[in-house]
């Protein structure tokens, strides 16, 4: 199935930690399988090597031993009302992070198979 986004999009950021979960997964991967599931356009996965959040807990990865909660980000782009609607189920996953959305021009979106020619 071939999808779409409109030319004006938005960029859903979400910013959590490594060993963040949701039920018996990890955060990250709960929230880019339930972006799946309500077809959003896609969804790519960021760990950090350095940071800290609200709590000023610094976290970096020249100490992976002692630092086994590293920033990951999560990025998924589609339309605003996909978005919107996906914002709910969000909130009931993340008890612990950042959310934010910016708007954002859509210039290409295609799939390997989608540019080759029969």
């Known amino acids: 199935m ?5 030319e ?15 039920g018996n997964r990890p955060l ?3 929230i ?17 090597i350095m940071g800290f959040g609200k709590n000023s807990r610094l976290r970096a990865a020249k100490f992976v031993e ?3 909660d590293l920033p990951i980000v999560v990025e998924i782009i589609d339309s ?3 978005i919107e609607a996906f ?11 950042l959310v ?4 954002v021009q859509v210039v290409k979106y295609v799939a390997q198979s989608e540019t080759k020619q029969s």
């Open 2 to 6: 071939t999808q779409n986004l409109p």
């Open 8 to 22: 004006e999009g938005i960029l859903l950021r979400i910013y959590i930690g490594d060993s963040d979960t949701f």
């Open 28 to 30: 990250h991967e709960a």
């Open 32 to 48: 880019v399988y339930a972006a799946r599931e309500q077809r959003l356009a896609g969804a790519t996965v960021f760990k950090g």
């Open 66 to 68: 002692l630092s086994p």
């Open 80 to 82: 605003k009302e996909k």
């Open 87 to 97: 914002l709910p189920l969000l909130d009931k996953m993340i008890t612990n992070g």
């Open 100 to 103: 934010t959305l910016e708007a």
